[in-house]
Nanobody, 122 residues
Framework: QVQLVESGGGLVQAGGSLRLSCAASGRTFSGYAMGWFRQAPGKEREFVAAISWSGGKTNYADSVKGRFTISRDNAKNTVYLQMNSLKPEDTAVYSC???????????????WGQGTQVTVSS
């Protein structure tokens, strides 16, 4: 079992930045790819970014490429999402996920956090 806890969400003006963190605990973190997803009110959950265990492979949704950066610190069992040039359409609950399959784009990840709210005002 892997427990995931997100932090770092909040209210920011358009054009601003936030950094989300996701701390993992429980069974070994070793080998797990990590991902970030988001869900806005009335919309389905969508893929944002993912990173392999080694950090050597990253995937991004087209809507965030060039603005968001995913990274991880395996010594701290933590994955980060640096979000720059935020837009009102980035407003959503952001959740992290973990899976042994790799940095997949789909939502079929094994473990999920509870999420953290990000609100971008115009």
């Amino acid at each position: 079992q892997v427990q995931l806890v997100e932090s770092g969400g909040g209210l920011v003006q358009a054009g601003g930045s936030l950094r989300l963190s996701c701390a993992a605990s429980g069974r070994t973190f070793s080998g797990y790819a990590m991902g970030w997803f988001r869900q806005a009110p009335g919309k389905e959950r969508e893929f944002v970014a993912a990173i392999s265990w080694s950090g050597g492979k990253t995937n991004y949704a087209d809507s965030v490429k060039g603005r968001f950066t995913i990274s991880r610190d395996n010594a701290k069992n933590t994955v980060y999402l640096q979000m720059n040039s935020l837009k009102p359409e980035d407003t959503a609950v952001y959740s992290c996920a973990a899976d042994l399959r790799g940095p997949a784009y789909d939502s079929n990840w094994r473990y999920w956090g509870q999420g953290t709210q990000v609100t971008v005002s115009s």
